[in-house]
């Protein structure tokens, strides 16, 4: 277990002073007096006067309270002294400053009303009176009730007359609360509007309204933004705990006004004065932007999720054309090339075909010996493969009989390709 730190408990309005004693060998060159962690400096107005190593607290008050340690430094490093717990006593107050406070109740509905005190030591006693009429009061102590350290009045208005004053009083080792706490019992309404209604974190697209409650009417209240742009209606927004909003999906640079209401199963409160704001401009292009929240004019034109559609079904047609496009051309040159081929080497053929007939008419018919040809007798081109004859014995019943001759040609070659 963690060893709780000494306590020391002294009265409001004292005068207190401490001391630092230390046991070292060597001499001590600054002493700094720490209150909850934090270096104390001299300051007559607030009453600290730090001296060498003793500390004087002149009119000791509720700030006064908390952990007190000395720190000292030599030539062999710092040390702080283990702290301890100074409590400053005082009677009770209310907590929170909620002196006074408004409370609404309806006809025969029972309301809790929560008394909060601050006080050292803490509450032992707590007495709750009725004032509806100054001089007369009626003690209600019998009906409440402590829980944790607060005390709840369960109260219920049966007329008229039972519309007025709470008061409640507590009581500890130093004495009773001087101011009590007050709480203003009223029939319950409509509530207030919101009070102090101001903007933040503008941007091109967005903003933050907060604004103050007010009185609920004693009852649980809610709160709603309506937005406006120009005559129409572009938002709704509510609010459960407090009256603050933010406002997405607005358009740039563009002038919006806003009303703000609270409202409770009684009604709704009074209209307030419009909220002018305006958007920042965007950065850059003006960004699309559609708003969530349904509007009760009618759409013209594609917007939403259409629009996205065919944006994408173009984009995806214009793709497609742009390849189909390329692939005709590709073809279209391969068939230009392929046909451009074919008609030279039919030119070709025609031509050489042609030198083979002319050289059977009127070349006469050479009988050279078989064997290999002369190197000088191979046709010079490469396309032209060399004539060869057969050796052939002449009938002498017809000497102008002309063997046939063979020509070898690309034509079986240029068949065969294609």
Not at 197 to 207: A, E, F, M, Y
Request: charged residues 20%; aromatic residues 8%.
């Amino acid at each position: 277990m963690q060893e709780q730190s000494p306590a020391f408990a002294i009265n409001m309005s004292v005068n207190h002073q401490l001391y630092a004693r230390s046991i070292l060998l060597f001499q001590v060159h600054r002493v700094w007096w720490l209150r909850d962690g934090e270096r104390l400096l001299s300051n007559s107005t607030a009453g600290v006067i730090v001296s060498n190593q003793t500390l004087v607290l002149q009119g000791v008050s509720r700030s006064s309270s908390g952990q007190y340690a000395c720190e000292a430094t030599n030539e062999e490093g710092t040390s702080i002294s283990p702290a301890f717990h100074l409590r400053v006593k005082f009677e009770p107050v209310c907590k929170d400053g909620a002196a006074r406070k408004i409370v609404g109740a309806a006809k025969d509905e029972p309301v809790h009303v929560e008394c909060k005190v601050d006080s050292e030591p803490a509450p032992i006693e707590y007495r709750w009176s009725f004032n509806s009429t100054p001089g007369i009061s009626r003690d209600l102590s019998k009906h409440s009730t402590e829980e944790g350290g607060i005390s709840i009045l369960t109260y219920i208005p049966h007329e008229a007359a039972d519309y007025g004053t709470l008061q409640c009083y507590s009581r500890n080792d130093i004495g009773w609360q001087r101011i009590s706490c007050a709480y203003h019992v009223v029939p319950a309404g409509k509530p207030d509007p919101p009070q102090n209604c101001g903007l933040t974190n503008i941007t091109h697209h967005s903003v933050v309204v907060s604004c103050q409650k007010g009185f609920d009417g004693g009852l649980k209240q809610k709160f709603l933004l309506v937005l406006f742009s120009g005559e129409l209606s572009v938002a709704n927004i509510s609010a459960l705990s407090s009256p603050e909003f933010y406002i997405p999906n607005l358009e740039p640079a563009q002038e919006y006004y806003a009303s703000i209401y609270s409202f409770n199963s009684k009604g709704s409160s009074k209209n307030t004065q419009p909220i002018i704001l305006r958007t920042l401009p965007a950065p850059g292009l003006k960004e699309l932007r559609r708003s969530t929240e349904p509007t009760d004019s009618p759409k013209t034109g594609i917007s939403g999720p259409w629009l996205y559609i065919l944006l994408a079904a173009g984009s995806t047609f214009i793709v497609a054309a742009a390849i189909g496009l390329i692939v005709f051309v590709i073809r279209r040159f391969k068939l230009a090339i392929r046909a451009r081929y074919y008609f030279l080497d039919s030119e070709l053929l025609v031509q050489l075909n042609l030198s083979s007939f002319g050289a059977m008419v009127e070349t006469p018919v050479r009988h050279p010996p078989v064997g290999r040809p002369k190197p000088e007798e191979t046709p010079s081109h490469s396309l032209v493969e060399p004539i060869l004859t057969d050796t052939i014995q002449e009938d002498d019943n017809n000497p102008d009989l002309i063997p046939p001759t063979y020509v070898a040609t690309r034509t079986t070659k240029f068949r065969s390709k294609y």
